[in-house]
């Protein structure tokens, strides 16, 4: 089972911008972002295809978040702009063996860095 490992989180203000890091110890056929806020249930975020350029959002960060990956390097980034206070939440890495919107679908998880957004 991959390992994946998250970090980069903080507490910024609106409006601010923040890189996310998933190192992973292998490949999986996907990585995808999910988070979760207090009371609520995870979500997801963003998804990238190891093999090629496939990317996905959610529509609450479109435009603003942007995925990718370092194939050498076995990392992949989050770069959030123009965050908002509804962003704040605990961001989780998950390797998938295939496309998947559904955090039930995913097996490797990295333990989640807290993001934090002030008004």
């Known amino acids: 089972q991959v390992q994946l490992e998250e970090s980069g989180g903080g507490s910024v203000q609106a409006g601010d911008s923040l890189r996310l890091s998933c190192a992973a110890s292998?490949?999986?056929?996907?990585v995808s972002w999910f988070r979760q806020a207090p009371g609520k249930e995870r979500e997801f975020v963003a998804l990238i295809a190891w093999s090629g350029s496939t990317t996905y959002y959610a529509e609450s960060v479109e435009g603003r978040f942007t995925i990718s990956k370092d194939n050498a390097k076995n990392t992949v980034y989050l770069q959030m702009n123009s965050l908002k206070p509804e962003d704040t939440a605990v961001y989780y890495c998950?390797?998938?063996?295939?496309?998947?919107?559904?955090?039930?679908?995913?097996?490797?998880w990295g333990q989640g860095t807290q993001v934090t957004v002030f008004a």
């Open positions: 998950a390797g998938g063996s295939h496309y998947s919107l559904l955090p039930t679908e995913y097996n490797s």
């Open positions: 292998g490949h999986t056929f996907t």
